[in-house]
């Protein structure tokens, strides 16, 4: 190398220094974090999965519904989990982040917390493959009689009654449960039934999980065929029309129109 392109190389690399430094105080290097950690915070999925112990999973779930709703106690419960199994880089999510998923989404009643908890640890661990396994998850929740019976030991209502949502939403799995078990939203019987079902969702998003990393997952689960037979002209890109957005039971706010307009 000639002494003038020593001297160019030598100058770009102090202003690649000097770059650095300003980019270091920006990514807040000053406050003691590495520039190495700043980068792996941003390290791209999947993280690795290995089969987890679905009932650890599934108590795991109960207990953290109390310090944090539902949607914090599922991915709280295969979070920790995980970390136990895997280790980093699953110890470098903070699950207080989860919170804001309780009462489907801060008491809005919209997706259930227990599921978009599990759901982003899905997300998470398959990458690519969430597009199924997540589906079957929904679709599962949505025809469970919640809670299972899997927490008599040790939860604080035993023998609850258990009612079939037909749907993945907060507002009609909490509100169809309190009137069926004649319970108050705010009841602590309610809250025991939730702190089970985010239970049992992390539970199953662990069996299926597990399933897939083993390599025998299939996805099984169908629309009742009162509305599967709406979504072939309504849902979807391939669909007729494609004019409706989701696969919620169509059925829980739409009446049966198929014989007015075909
Ligand atoms: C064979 C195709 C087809 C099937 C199956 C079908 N629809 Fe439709 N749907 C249509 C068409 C075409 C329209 C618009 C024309 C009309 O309203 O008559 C429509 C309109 C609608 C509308 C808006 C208009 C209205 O009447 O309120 C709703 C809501 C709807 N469908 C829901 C459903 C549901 C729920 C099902 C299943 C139980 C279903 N559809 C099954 C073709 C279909
Ligand atoms: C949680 C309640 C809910 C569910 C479940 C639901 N819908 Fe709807 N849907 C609505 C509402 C509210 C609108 C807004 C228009 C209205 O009030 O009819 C709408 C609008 C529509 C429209 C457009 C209506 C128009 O006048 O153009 C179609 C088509 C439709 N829904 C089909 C479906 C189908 C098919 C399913 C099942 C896969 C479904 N919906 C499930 C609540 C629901």
Not at 52 to 60: A, C, P, Y
Not at 88 to 110: E, R
């Amino acid at each position: 190398m000639s002494r003038e392109k020593q001297s160019v190389s030598r100058r770009r690399f102090l202003m690649g220094s000097a770059a650095f430094a300003v980019g270091a105080v920006a990514t807040g290097v000053t406050s003691g974090i590495r520039p190495k950690n700043a980068v792996a915070a941003a390290s791209s999925l999947p993280f690795p999965y290995q089969t987890l112990d679905v009932n650890t999973v599934r108590r795991r779930g109960y207990d953290y519904y109390f310090t944090g709703g539902c949607m914090y106690a599922s991915a709280r419960a295969l979070l920790d989990t995980l970390v136990e199994v895997v280790g980093a880089p699953w110890d470098s999510i903070p699950a207080d982040m989860f919170k804001f998923g309780k009462g489907g989404a801060i008491n809005w009643g919209t997706l259930c917390g227990a599921l978009n908890g599990s759901l982003a640890v899905i997300e998470i661990a398959s990458g690519t493959a969430a597009d199924s396994i997540g589906p079957e998850l929904l679709g599962w929740y949505s025809k469970f009689p919640f809670p299972s019976s899997a927490h008599e030991l040790y939860c604080k209502y035993p023998n609850q009654i258990t009612t079939v949502a037909d749907s993945p939403l907060c507002h009609q799995s909490v509100s169809l449960w309190c009137k069926v078990a004649s319970a108050t939203v705010n009841s602590p019987e309610k809250k025991d039934r939730c702190a089970k079902l985010a239970g049992d969702t992390a539970a199953r998003a662990a069996e299926l999980l597990n399933a897939w990393k083993a390599g025998t997952f299939a996805a099984a689960y169908q629309p009742d065929a009162d509305f599967a037979r709406c979504l072939p002209c309504h849902f979807g890109p391939t669909s007729r029309y494609d004019n409706e957005q989701g696969q919620l039971d169509c059925l829980e706010c739409h009446t049966d129109k198929t014989t007015h307009h075909i």
